[in-house]
């Protein structure tokens, strides 16, 4: 992304509202990049321009060295792997496991059994046992717990080999255990997948895979910073970027952060 801005026309306050501030930002193949902020900050704005969703209002996005404006966008959206809550609630609940990663191989929520090959096959069966959800082959897909279903969700994107992989919240709403057993499938894929280069936008330090490479911070639309994620994790920089004091701790390649009792706005309104 090149000088980047995304703005929406508000036609009752007759002015823009600014999504995306001159964002400047490059992912490269092998990397794992986490994108954190809060509510507001423009993390789906940006998630929707790599995954070829949506255009720019300004500036240059290129994803896999095509440039978003100038090639089809569907057939680019065709090399991109995601996982995100509203798919998951499309797929069919009397689907076995191992069906539901079958329907990542042509990119359909319904499973095309007459295209399937015994390649296909050996692949689903693949990719849940590297991401450790073997167990889960003939369950129904009505029957698993929400951690599972991301699960099944992030094998059936890495189906049809993806050349990007995009990850919006993926252990949102999931209880410790799940969350935890969700994080150790996306570090075992990114053991699997060297090249494959990640993006996992999030909420919580906590639920940052032990694989991530690097972090971005944003912020009211601005990128507060960015780069390896053993830079960015200061307290000074996630303070900065969630507008409170706020601890930063490291344990192992796990990250955690607390907010002291009675902990004030680093930013007054009035000079924000």
């Known amino acids: 992304m090149r000088g980047v801005q995304v703005w929406?026309?508000?036609?009752?306050?007759?002015?823009?509202?600014?999504?995306?501030?001159?964002?400047?930002?490059?992912?490269?193949?092998?990397?794992?990049w986490v994108v954190l902020g809060p509510n507001g900050a423009g993390k789906t704005t940006l998630l929707n321009?790599?995954?070829a969703v949506s255009h720019p209002s300004e500036g240059e996005v290129e994803v896999l060295g095509a440039q978003l404006g100038k090639v089809d966008m569907r057939a680019l959206r065709e090399r991109i792997g995601s996982v995100e809550a509203k798919l998951g609630r499309r797929i069919r609940g009397r689907a076995t496991g191992h069906e539901v990663v079958l329907t990542g191989a042509y990119g359909s929520i319904a499973l095309?059994?007459?295209?399937?090959?015994?390649?296909?096959?050996?692949?689903?069966?693949?990719?849940?046992?590297?991401?450790?959800?073997?167990?889960?082959?003939?369950?129904?897909?009505?029957?698993?717990?929400?951690?599972?279903?991301?699960?099944?969700?992030?094998?059936?994107?890495?189906?049809?080999?993806?050349e990007?992989?995009?990850?919006?919240?993926?252990?949102?709403?999931?209880?410790?255990?799940?969350?935890?057993?969700?994080?150790?499938?996306?570090?075992?894929?990114?053991?699997?997948?060297?090249?494959?280069?990640t993006v996992t936008v999030t909420h919580h330090l906590e639920e940052i895979p032990s694989s991530s490479t690097h972090a971005l911070l944003l912020a009211d639309a601005r990128i507060v910073a960015q780069g390896p994620i053993a830079e960015v994790m200061s307290a000074e920089l996630v303070s900065r970027c969630f507008d409170i004091e706020v601890e930063v701790a490291q344990h192992g390649n796990r990250w955690a952060a607390r907010v002291e009792a009675g902990a004030r706005s680093l930013f007054p309104p009035q000079t924000r």
């Open 164 to 197: 990007l992989l995009l990850l919006d919240e993926p252990t949102v709403g999931l209880d410790l255990p799940s969350r935890e057993r969700l994080i150790g499938s996306l570090d075992a894929m990114a053991a699997a997948n060297p090249t494959l280069p």
């Open 49 to 51: 321009l790599a995954a």
């Open 8 to 32: 929406r026309w508000m036609a009752r306050e007759e002015r823009r509202a600014v999504l995306l501030d001159e964002v400047e930002w490059t992912v490269e193949p092998g990397e794992h």
């Open 112 to 162: 095309q059994h007459k295209r399937i090959e015994p390649a296909d096959e050996e692949r689903a069966e693949r990719l849940l046992s590297e991401i450790g959800a073997a167990a889960l082959h003939d369950r129904f897909y009505e029957d698993c717990s929400q951690g599972e279903r991301q699960r099944l969700l992030l094998a059936r994107a890495l189906m049809d080999e993806p």
